[in-house]
């Protein structure tokens, strides 16, 4: 009964999750000759690397897309990897200047309605306290992308991704799991920008997990949660 009541429980976190949002972090140096690197110095809660063809930064989200079918893609992925970050899911205010810069002027109170409610509804299914928040672990990375319309004035962009959510704490309601989630997101050209308009997913694909018998300890992903920078922005 405990182990079936601990499956209900991430099941129950993970469909809030994915609704949401996927995970962020630094991004990488770029580099592939296996050369060593420098670990961050602490825990990066915020968005992806900033790393990217957009114009400029605006409250740390890339925003100022190319007017096309290609602009639009680029934004659907970064828009959903800051809305992945630790800090999205704990600090309101960061939350809300995330969509602030990234929604159109029309859903923008829907959305910073809907996120505060499922936001606040995640950190309380793990657990999550305001001493615990350095704790949380949440992150994800885009696995595809595919444009189902297109026009100069409104894109639909399904962004496939891989998230983890969960609380590195031996006494956690659960521990960090993984997520397979594809977002639609809707676009519309406003301002001069491809801004976001409404966000809807669905499971999966989900692939079979082949890997480890045993999750990984909670003092592991700890470390790897603060060593390891998430992918970056695209651009």
């Known amino acids: 009964m405990a182990i079936t009541g601990a499956v209900f429980l991430a099941l129950v976190i993970l469909a809030v999750f994915m609704s949401l949002s996927g995970g962020g972090g630094a991004g990488s140096d770029g580099s592939s000759?296996?050369?060593?690197?420098?670990?961050?110095?602490?825990?990066?809660?915020?968005?992806?690397?900033?790393?990217?063809?957009?114009?400029?930064?605006?409250?740390?989200?890339?925003?100022?897309?190319?007017?096309?079918?290609?602009?639009?893609?680029?934004?659907?992925v970064n828009y959903q990897?800051?809305?992945?970050?630790?800090?999205?899911?704990?600090?309101?205010?960061?939350?809300?200047?995330t969509l602030t810069a990234m929604m159109t002027s029309q859903s923008q109170e829907r959305q910073i309605r809907?996120?505060?409610?499922?936001?606040?509804?995640?950190?309380?299914?793990?657990?999550?306290?305001?001493?615990s928040e350095d704790e949380l672990v949440a992150r994800g990375a885009a696995m595809?992308?595919?444009?189902?319309?297109?026009?100069?004035?409104?894109?639909?962009?399904?962004?496939?991704?891989?998230?983890?959510?969960?609380?590195?704490?031996k006494n956690a309601p659960m521990p960090v799991s993984a997520s397979?989630?594809?977002?639609?997101?809707?676009?519309?050209?406003?301002?001069?920008?491809?801004k976001l308009s409404a966000i809807t997913s669905v499971n999966g694909p989900t692939p079979l997990d082949t890997g480890s018998d045993s999750p990984t300890s909670v003092d592991e992903f700890r470390t790897a949660d603060r060593e390891f920078n998430a992918p970056p922005y695209v651009g």
Do not use: C, I
């Open 33 to 76: 000759d296996g050369q060593s690197r420098t670990a961050p110095a602490e825990k990066n809660t915020t968005g992806g690397d900033t790393k990217s063809t957009a114009k400029k930064l605006v409250n740390g989200v890339p925003v100022g897309y190319a007017h096309n079918q290609a602009g639009a893609v680029q934004a659907a």
């Open 81 to 97: 990897v800051a809305r992945s970050s630790a800090a999205y899911f704990t600090d309101e205010k960061a939350r809300h200047a």
């Open 114 to 131: 809907n996120d505060d409610t499922g936001m606040q509804q995640v950190l309380t299914s793990l657990g999550v306290t305001a001493g």
């Open 144 to 169: 595809g992308t595919r444009v189902t319309t297109y026009t100069d004035q409104v894109a639909t962009v399904d962004v496939w991704m891989a998230g983890l959510v969960g609380v590195t704490d």
């Open 180 to 194: 397979w989630t594809t977002y639609t997101l809707t676009l519309q050209w406003q301002s001069g920008d491809w």
